[in-house]
């Protein structure tokens, strides 16, 4: 992608001033997206970013620039122009670069650019057709997406290395309405992979299914009631609520200015005895993970809470030196536009000993949150408001109607000393996780959790 002379020669220059860590991160990335609304195509459309970033450390400053002039003169001027901002000029020195390979744990059968736009279009038809089945649903957008990104990855301790990212994603939504309320649903598989994932990994029907029936089984749904109660939260998207209320509460990014509430709580209980939680970007083929970040250090398994207690944070290199700890592989951007930072790859809660009937059960009266949708977090206290996508009232230990406006309030922190019962199956959901360095893939997953009581609002 870049020389390696060359990449040695601006990293000396970025150098030059005093800095004492320079990087270069260049992408060349290749998209598709393709969109049917209703009955036609509405868009296809084929895009290219090509970039280079240059980042440089003078212990806790920071410098970042990035450029699409990938020639040496372009290249050096910006390196150059990044140092004077840590001080005055000096002399270039002299920088040794190791290529070092990295293993691919995330095969492709079909790489994006031997993939025609016919093949796209069908499975984008195959999930509409099923879509339209309902006759409540009067408005269906279905989407392909896919990309094949090539990052290179060099710094001042020598390293070089190259990596190859390729991902592709559908998104179904279903608009079901009665002329005076509509209501939506939705599902949006995907993962590390070409258009296999769809024939081989994925059953597209049953999920274009599923979305158009939320939509429909919303609509004719009772307004929630409000107030304190127990709530249940299925698995897979569920784990949105711990991805937002406490996940960012954990990477490195707030918790090194003391920006969090978990900062300095390291090894003490955070959460209930039945609570593990654990980011993982080692998985294979999912949609949150990488075989490097975006620093080049391989991801890994981390294990963030054991039975309650905070066994580590995610950690980037930059913060590492706030908080005198190694990064953890958790260093991530959006694209050569972005500084780097902390953020998580596959993060959820690990499977616990209870049946999913039984968790029912045990309720009395409570919300079920079948599935998740948007909110917002504080992650300086931790405090949330997350609206529940598809709900039903719990009665009697039994699943008795559907609900809807519902939202769930309260901090992280509370909610995992809360969770009281863990159930045995956890599935993941994909989604975009938006931060400071921009929005990258993540998975969310748990499997079904109780919550002895949390706020429920209503309309």
């Known amino acids: 992608m870049l020389d390696k002379a060359l990449v040695a020669e601006v990293l000396a220059r970025a150098l030059c001033t005093g800095g004492d860590f320079a990087e270069v991160f260049a992408e060349d990335t ?50 150059g122009e990044a140092a004077t901002a840590l001080g005055a000029a000096g002399t270039d020195g002299v920088i040794s670069l190791k290529p070092v390979p990295i293993a691919n744990i995330h095969p492709v059968k ?17 999930g509409y057709a099923v879509m339209k089945e309902n006759p409540e649903v009067v408005q269906i957008i279905v989407r392909y997406s896919d990309e094949d990104q090539k990052v290179m990855i060099a710094n001042s301790n020598g390293l070089y290395c190259e990596d190859r990212r390729i991902r592709s994603r559908m998104f179904f939504q279903a608009i079901a309405s009665d002329g005076k309320e509509n209501q939506v649903g939705f599902e949006g598989p995907g993962g590390l992979g070409g258009i296999e994932l769809f024939t081989e990994r994925f059953d597209i029907e049953p999920l274009a299914r599923d979305a158009a029936q939320m939509a429909v089984t919303m609509l004719h749904a009772e307004e929630c009631p409000a107030g304190r109660m127990p709530v249940i939260i299925d698995n897979g998207f569920g784990g949105v609520l711990f991805h937002e209320a406490c996940g960012h509460s954990l990477e490195a990014t707030g918790v090194a200015k003391g920006q969090s509430e978990f900062s300095g709580k390291l090894h003490q209980r955070i959460a209930s005895d039945v609570v593990s939680a654990i980011d993982d970007g080692t998985m294979p083929g999912e949609w949150g993970s990488l075989n490097i970040d975006d620093e080049g250090i391989p991801t890994q398994n981390k294990l963030l809470i054991d039975k309650g207690i905070l066994n580590c944070y995610m950690i980037d290199s930059f913060n590492g030196r706030r908080m005198e700890m190694a990064p953890t592989g958790s260093s991530r951007r959006q694209s050569y536009k972005y500084c780097p930072t902390s953020r998580m790859t596959n993060t959820y809660i690990c499977a616990g000993s209870d049946e999913n009937d039984a968790i029912i059960g045990a309720t009395a009266y409570g919300l079920y949150a079948k599935k998740m949708g948007g909110g917002s977090v504080n992650p300086l206290t931790g405090e949330f408001n997350f609206a529940v996508g598809e709900g039903y009232i719990i009665k009697n230990g039994k699943i008795d109607h559907p609900v809807r406006g519902a939202s769930l309030i309260g901090k992280g922190g509370e909610v995992l000393m809360t969770i009281d019962m863990v159930g045995k199956h956890m599935t993941m959901g994909q989604g975009m996780c938006g931060s400071m360095s921009g929005s990258v893939p993540t998975n969310v997953g748990q499997p079904m959790i109780r919550v002895s009581e949390l706020t429920v609002g209503g309309r």
């Open 110 to 126: 079909a790489i994006p650019s031997s993939t025609t736009h016919q093949k796209r279009v069908a499975l984008i038809k195959q």
């Open 30 to 79: 290749y998209r598709n997206g393709l969109i049917m609304t209703q009955d036609r195509m509405d868009e296809a459309a084929t895009g290219r970013d090509y970039g280079i970033g240059i980042r440089i450390f003078k212990e806790l400053r920071c410098i970042y620039a990035y450029t699409n002039d990938g020639s040496r003169e372009g290249l050096l001027k910006l390196a």
